[in-house]
């Protein structure tokens, strides 16, 4: 592995870049892609019109400006961006990632802050679009700390959507449980992050909390015991024989759709010939789910972890599930119809 700077801009802007010079990865780019960096031999030398402006003055938020993407000269100049980390570095994936608040709009060419504001929004989607025309097998994922930018606009145009930058894993459960309502599954990154002192139950729950959707697999893996190690890779092999059905499920929530409130929660991906349920419990104390279905099943299987086994059981005729959870515990069944 070999760190290359991908563009400097001073103290912000596009971050060094790890590649594979092995060939075997296209690279992975962070970038605030619609940002400038405040470091003053920059900021002297481009014009107001570069940047949100408000009562005469830039807007600025965590050190950096806001480019207006209304300016020829800033898509140009992010173009250059693009073209330099995909033609000169191999680049197939960038992260999007958009980490400020540039509040209400600009005031620069237009009748208020909030007709600035929408302008520039169009012109940015409108060099999105050119971005994906010039280079269509590009993978741009979308991200603003998170699941913040998750609008229409976006998501028909970016593949891959991030969640959440939510770090306590507890409560990723029902962000991840109630994300479908926002996004598609096979759209939607999750993270899944078990730290170094990761015991079994919570390296699972950490699975679990992504194999519902687009796992953005991270946590301190080196640094794992080897039983915690075990389930991660367990996860992602049990992930990988039914991932690339994901875009023809469609969710359901045998619980309801997550609440705040709530403590335990499930979600569900049904295909025509069984489902793919997920269950969490958050809290410390046992609990006992009935999980109603909108169809008939014939079977019940734990597929992940392998083990330890939850004690599961279909009722009579097949139309709920009842399962029994330990405390912060969660599992991943399949239920054939």
């Not at 409108?126 to 998501?155: H, K, Q, T």
């Not at 086994?309 to 009842?322: H, N, V, W, Y």
Request: hydrophobic share 40%.
């Amino acid at each position: 592995m070999e760190y290359l700077l991908a563009y400097d801009l001073g103290t912000g802007g596009l971050k060094t870049s790890l590649f594979d010079k092995t060939g075997q990865s296209k690279g992975y780019v962070f970038t605030d892609y619609q940002t400038y960096c405040s470091a003053k031999e920059y900021r002297e030398q481009k014009p107001e019109d570069w940047f949100f402006c408000r009562h005469g003055k830039r807007v600025i938020d965590h050190g950096r400006y806001q480019l207006d993407y209304r300016n020829p000269e800033v898509r140009a100049f992010a173009h250059g961006v693009i073209r330099r980390l995909v033609e000169e570095y191999g680049v197939g994936y960038i992260k999007m990632d958009y980490n400020i608040n540039a509040g209400i709009g600009t005031e620069l060419y237009a009748s208020s802050v909030g007709e600035g504001l929408l302008l520039h929004n169009r012109a940015y989607l409108s060099w999105l679009d050119e971005v994906f025309s010039i280079y269509p097998d590009l993978v741009i994922e979308n991200c603003g700390s998170g699941g913040m930018r998750i609008n229409d606009a976006l998501l028909s145009r970016h593949s891959i959507q991030s969640s959440s930058d939510q770090t306590e894993y507890l409560l990723y459960a029902p962000i991840a449980a109630a994300s479908p309502t926002a996004v598609t599954p096979e759209q939607n990154a999750v993270w899944s992050y078990p730290m170094t002192d990761a015991d079994e139950e919570t390296t699972i729950f950490n699975m679990v909390n992504a194999m519902m959707m687009r796992i953005h697999q991270s946590g301190h893996l080196a640094n794992l015991k080897p039983e915690a190690r075990a389930l991660v890779k367990e996860g992602i092999a049990c992930y990988k024989t039914y991932r690339n059905e994901l875009p023809k499920a469609f969710p359901f929530w045998p619980l309801g759709v997550p609440k705040k409130e709530q403590a335990q929660y499930a979600l569900g991906l049904d295909w025509p010939d069984h489902a793919l349920i997920a269950v969490w419990n958050c809290a410390s104390a046992p609990a006992v789910l009935t999980l109603p279905l909108s169809f008939a099943a014939s079977n019940v299987s734990q597929i992940y972890p392998a083990a330890p086994q939850a004690k599961m059981q279909l009722d009579a005729d097949g139309t709920s599930l009842r399962v029994c959870m330990s405390g912060k515990t969660a599992r991943l069944f399949r239920v054939e119809k």
